[in-house]
């Protein structure tokens, strides 16, 4: 093994670990009902501030 970054001549276990093949791999998420629905939300009031901006001459 060469020298880490941690400057042990062996190495150590945070640069030389193995990790399982299942650990490495994450599955794309999906846009799930709740999410889509605080998408809307946060629309809603960011059109809301926008508004009251306009209103108040800001």
């Known amino acids: ?3 880490c970054k941690h ?3 062996h190495g ?3 640069c030389h670990a193995t990790t399982p ?3 490495r791999q994450t599955p794309p998420k ?3 009902r709740g999410s889509a629905l605080s ?3 946060n629309d809603r009031m960011t059109a809301l501030k926008r508004r ?3 209103i108040r001459g800001e």
Do not use: D
Request: charged share 40%.
């Open 12 to 14: 150590c276990a945070y």
């Open 39 to 41: 998408e809307k939300m």
């Open 52 to 54: 009251l901006r306009e």
């Open 21 to 23: 093949a299942a650990v």
């Open 1 to 3: 093994m060469s020298e």
């Open 7 to 9: 400057g042990l001549k």
């Open 30 to 32: 999906k846009k799930t």
